[in-house]
């Protein structure tokens, strides 16, 4: 963290004002991934300016692929023509950055033969095991060697198409599995395979590039593996992760946001827990330009309408379920709540840590080790704190806090921006990760905010 990564917060004023949201960075990240896959150039619009995607450009130019800004705004080329081995030691400048590095196994096995991997990083919400993206590279024929540096990854057989069970359905290993078995010999087929919408949209990219797949219902996923990919050219689905973020703000600052690009498919859990709350939205679909008319840009209004919040009981999951990555952003806006409401985390198992910062200004949340939803989870009997009861209204104050991880990272600002005071947030620049311009977006929205 350096003397400059803190912004002083001046709560209490509603957020008023419109922002606008680009591609989602998980998906952006991974369809950058896949152009290593191809014969040939592949083009990305609407690529936000966001650190992730700029890991995963070192990354790709470290191994050959030419990325370039395209002419349109955000828009990238990737040229994977002249791909070739890195050195360990400068893929090792990335370790500990993000947890994309380790979507490049199959690609760089099918390109290169081989594939070194270093330690990875990303948001600190758990172990994040990779167990279930080696086990599966294994079944793949690949050999797995892990070292101290990191991992390397060699397939003496090729690789060739197999069937697989997920133990849990992970988008990682999910995307893994997609991006390795599309070059595969043969037929693969995923069982208890993710399904989120930006794991169907990178399938699209796939798709795009020639690759043969079908999702079936019940998580059954199949590819039928080909010789050779082409390039491709995608604008990838918006940043619903965003998207509800600046919606939580809107709500725990009684103000009124418009979210430019946000879609409502993609949403649709988190409006009505948002509506349950006693949030207000108002959807304007895309419209493209037609016979002369001009087309219109979808977007979401979110508001507080006035009047008290209702409490709500939620359970995060995986798609269609609620999303972990909304769970800390909405929480804020809990505590502004009449009554208890009860939070189970079912996707990470310590994804409550950041309650105690708003505990330290003002708010009454418990965290418990019990599964608090309808559902037992898989962390209910290993002793983990994944449930949480908060309590409210209760008045937010200011206080200092410390950025823990992205999406806690934004409810501590949200949390800032609605309370009364001026609050010192340390480590913001961890938010550049996932949220773009977020600090020229604030100002949009007539928020009070200046660095150190
Ligand atoms: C992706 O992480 C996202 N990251 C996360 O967003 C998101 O929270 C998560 O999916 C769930 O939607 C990216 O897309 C870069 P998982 P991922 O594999 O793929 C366990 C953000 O802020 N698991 O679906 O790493 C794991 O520990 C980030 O944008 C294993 O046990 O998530 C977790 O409990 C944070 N073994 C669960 O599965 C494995 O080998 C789901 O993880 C892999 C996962």
């Not at 917060?9 to 152009?35: D, E, Q, Y």
């Not at 892990?146 to 057989?157: I, Q, Y």
């Not at 930006?198 to 690759?211: H, N, P, R, Y």
Request: with cysteine.
């Amino acid at each position: 963290m350096t003397v400059n990564d803190v912004l002083t917060v001046h709560g209490g004023t509603p957020l008023h004002g419109r922002i606008r949201v680009r591609g989602a960075k998980n998906l952006v990240s991974k369809a950058m991934v896949a152009a290593l896959l191809g014969d040939a150039p592949s083009r990305l619009y609407d690529v936000p300016r966001i650190r992730d995607v700029e890991v995963v450009r070192g990354l790709l130019e470290l191994h050959g692929v030419r990325v370039s800004d395209g002419a349109e705004d955000g828009e990238l080329v990737l040229d994977p023509a002249n791909v070739a081995s890195a050195n360990s030691d400068e893929i090792n400048v990335h370790a500990g950055s993000s947890r994309i590095p380790i979507l490049l196994c199959g690609p760089l096995l099918h390109r290169l033969g081989h594939a070194f991997i270093p330690d990875l990083g990303g948001c600190h919400i758990g172990p994040r095991p990779i167990d279930f993206h080696i086990q599966a590279l294994r079944e793949f024929g690949a050999v797995v060697d892990k070292a101290a540096d990191g991992m390397h990854l060699t397939a003496p057989n090729g690789l060739h198409g197999t069937k697989l069970e997920l133990p849990y359905p992970s988008v990682g290993a999910t995307e893994q599995v997609l991006l390795t078995a599309v070059m595969a010999n043969g037929v693969t087929e995923l069982r208890n395979a993710a399904v989120e919408p930006e794991i169907i949209d990178l399938i699209c990219v796939l798709q795009k590039m020639g690759a043969i797949i079908k999702v079936h219902t019940d998580r059954v996923i199949e590819i039928q593996g080909v010789p050779r990919l082409g390039g491709y050219t995608h604008r990838p689905i918006p940043d619903r992760i965003e998207a509800a973020s600046w919606a939580a703000a809107a709500l725990a600052t009684g103000g009124d946001i418009e979210v430019l690009g946000a879609e409502q498919v993609d949403m649709m859990t988190f409006l009505n827990v948002f509506r349950s709350v006693g949030g207000a939205y108002e959807v304007t679909d895309m419209r493209p330009p037609r016979n002369g008319s001009p087309g219109q840009e979808g977007k979401i209004r979110f508001w507080h309408p006035g009047g008290e919040l209702k409490a709500v009981a939620l359970e995060t999951d995986v798609h269609p379920g609620f999303m972990t990555d909304w769970q800390q952003p909405l929480v804020v806006a809990l505590t502004q709540a009449r009554g208890l409401s009860i939070v189970h985390e079912t996707v990470y198992e310590q994804r409550l840590g950041y309650t105690e910062a708003l505990n330290s200004m003002g708010a009454t949340i418990q965290v418990y080790r019990d599964c608090l939803g309808g559902t037992p989870c898989r962390f209910g009997r290993r002793d983990f704190k994944h449930s949480a009861v908060i309590a409210g209204p209760s008045k937010l104050h200011a206080a200092d806090l410390v950025i823990p991880d992205l999406r806690a990272g934004f409810s501590h600002l949200i949390a800032a921006l609605a309370a009364e005071g001026t609050s010192r947030v340390y480590g913001v620049d961890l938010i550049n990760r996932g949220y773009e311009d977020f600090e020229a977006k604030l100002a949009a929205l007539g928020a009070h905010a200046e660095r150190a």
